[in-house]
């Protein structure tokens, strides 16, 4: 009551009163993050991922435009001026290690919260826009942070750049055309660097304007809960603010616990020391390694051989090459047909006793993956490389359709209440007629 | 419909769809000008003309010993020279009868048999071979080795194995005396 009390307090202020007037953004935040947003009462730790994804993006911002400041976009001073981040620069280590480890960070905050919906179902109706926009930002992430890997020009920057465009050679008749446009030459160099630059600077306010979108969508309907079962009235909500404010917050505070020993005592953990060896067009490294976060896809890719089984039935259609870059990206983009794909009316896994088993192998499968997209590809890491990428889409296009059809999922409570309550149809029912 | 003056009653559907039509022309005007003025944003990206006008690349080839190779720049591109020796220009010769992913006869790939040119970078994914180096792998065919995803070249720079679609590309290039070769 107090806070609400607080509120309208709040909203009495002469300022406020004129500037709502014109405009009304208090109560717009209050509606977004306050208040005035009716949350599911039950939702757990793996709702924290969101709003710390949110965070991430804002703390790269803020670094990366100071970093900006420092930086010389050229072939002949970029690895340079990142040395004297590092040595000259007030700070400039602090800032440029926090910039490196919150990409990571990032990615392993938003892969948690991508696994998160896919366990609880949260891509379904009436979600999928806001799951569909989702994807979107991962895909812009992915450019993103592939650009920003590149502008240390060491080696790791240039080879990465390298392999990475050469995936567009692939692309039947213009192949060599469009590899050119992209480097604005004959091999990645200067011109290259300069628009990666640029475009590394632009990307991040794209995905904030996705970000921003993908908040409307998700206050249409509201957040989804672990039960997977609709509100059905004010019983089953409390105010964001301040229930999951504070325990945002909360879930804020661990997360920097840990991002802080990375920044302060591993700051090259997730990195590659070639990447400290400045780049040279004229000598490739022994082994060239994506970023982690990259891997499970990069393995994808590199099970496309001409031996692998999956590509055998398309072999006269096109090149093992063009085949790997069509599933290294047909990967991301199938998760956003998961709510079609996902047959099950049931959201959540926690009523799902088959899916809830093949979600984890599908986990299991996803970080096998990663793992073979770091080791060189000898030997038998071919053979659980290919296997692993044919289960990726096998889980996919297979099991996710048929499990709906063949499942018989364990009874839902009648309502999130009564998910906690233990009451039965009948006792919390009346409301739900609102 | 009621402010407008001036409209004959009979000309209703006529105004209909004189104004469908304005509003299609518009549309299409705007998108096509949209798309035309696009293009000039894009071709910027194109190679600029300092990036274009390459540079060929002299070569003097006096001090390549006879199984020896030497790595030149080409716009920007490393170009492998190597002095072949006998024994790799017969086995080349006997390699045209074999079957090869990208089917090329020795004798088209160089200009004199003795001297084989190309593009030092592996038709996969871009990484530069290993092999022009003593000590480096030269693969299972003698020629040479991508370490990324392990193509093997022959000793006429052709893909006999591995993930690369296509052979080890030959520039243009022409002998200006005996000793010295002009690329590009």
């Known amino acids: 009551m107090s806070e609400q009390e607080n509120q309208s307090k709040f909203m009495q202020n002469g300022v406020v009163k004129w500037i709502e007037h014109r405009m009304p953004i208090f109560s717009f935040i209050d509606h977004s993050v306050g208040s005035g947003y009716p949350t599911p009462r039950n939702l757990s730790y793996w709702w924290n991922f969101g709003s710390l994804a949110g965070f991430a993006l804002v703390i790269l911002i803020a670094t990366g435009v100071v970093l900006a400041m420092h930086y010389t976009p050229h072939t002949d001073h970029a690895f340079n001026s990142i040395e004297r981040i590092m040595r000259d620069v007030n700070g400039g280590w602090l800032i440029r290690y926090i910039h490196m480890n919150m990409a990571s960070f990032f990615f392993m905050v938003v892969f948690i919260h991508i696994f998160r919906g896919m366990y609880y179902g949260s891509y379904k109706y009436p979600r999928e826009l806001l799951w569909i926009i989702g994807v979107l930002i991962l895909l812009a992430m992915m450019a993103t942070a592939f650009m920003g890997y590149v502008l240390p020009w060491g080696q790791m920057s240039y080879w990465g750049a390298t392999v990475i465009t050469n995936l567009f ?79 945002d917050l909360y879930g804020m505070g661990v997360f920097l616990l840990i991002f802080c020993f990375f920044v302060f005592f591993a700051p090259n953990y997730f990195g590659h020391p070639d990447n400290y060896i400045m780049a040279d067009p004229l000598t490739t490294p022994p082994h060239i390694v994506p970023e982690w976060y990259f891997l499970p896809f990069y393995a994808i890719l590199r099970a496309f051989t001409p031996e692998f089984i999956l590509y055998l039935p398309i072999s006269w259609l096109m090149s093992a090459k063009l085949a790997g870059v069509i599933a290294m990206f047909a990967a991301v983009i199938l998760l956003a047909l998961l709510p079609w794909l996902d047959t099950s009316r049931v959201r959540s896994a926690k009523y799902r006793p088959l899916y809830r088993w093949f979600f984890w192998i599908f986990v299991l499968d996803w970080l096998i993956l990663g793992l073979c997209g770091a080791k060189p590809a000898e030997g038998y890491w071919i053979l659980i490389g290919q296997a692993a990428t044919a289960y990726y889409f096998i889980h996919l296009l297979l099991i996710l359709p048929l499990l709906g059809l063949i499942e018989r999922p364990s009874k839902t409570p009648d309502s999130i209440t009564a998910s906690v309550t233990g009451e039965q149809a009948g006792s919390a029912q009346p409301q739900a007629a609102e | ?134 000590g480096e792998p030269k693969g299972e065919y003698g020629g040479w080795f991508c370490p990324c995803h392990g193509s093997h070249y022959d000793t006429s720079g052709r893909i006999r194995k591995g993930p690369a679609p296509t052979n080890l590309p030959v520039p243009k290039h022409e002998f200006l005396t005996d000793t010295t070769i002009k690329i590009g």
Not at chain 2, 27 to 39: E, I, K, P
């Open chain 1, 169 to 247: 050679s692939a692309v039947p008749v213009f192949g060599e055309e469009v590899v050119q446009l992209l480097w604005g030459g004959f091999i990645v160099d200067n011109a290259t660097l300069n628009r990666f630059f640029s475009l590394h600077y632009l990307m991040p306010f794209v995905i904030l304007g996705l970000v921003v979108v993908h908040i409307w969508a998700l206050h249409t309907f509201g957040s989804n809960n672990p039960t997977g079962i609709d509100v059905k009235g004010p019983q089953d909500t409390i105010p964001f603010h301040p229930y999951f404010t504070i325990k």
């Open chain 2, 1 to 134: 419909m009621s402010d407008t003056a001036n409209t004959p009653p009979s000309s209703k559907i006529d105004e209909q769809s004189r104004r469908d039509f304005l509003l299609v022309t518009t549309a299409t005007v705007g998108t096509v000008g949209t798309a035309l003025a696009v293009w000039p944003l894009i071709d910027s990206l194109n190679p600029a003309a300092d990036t274009l006008a390459l540079a060929t690349t002299e070569v003097d080839l006096t001090p390549i010993e006879e199984g020896q190779s030497i790595t030149v720049v080409w716009q920007g591109k490393p170009v492998f020279v190597r002095h072949r020796t006998g024994a790799e220009i017969d086995q080349a010769k006997k390699d045209d009868a074999e079957v090869l992913p990208d089917p090329e006869k020795d004798a088209d790939r160089t200009v004199r048999p003795k001297w084989l040119v190309m593009v030092g970078v592996c038709t996969h994914l871009g990484c530069i071979p290993l092999g022009q180096k003593e």
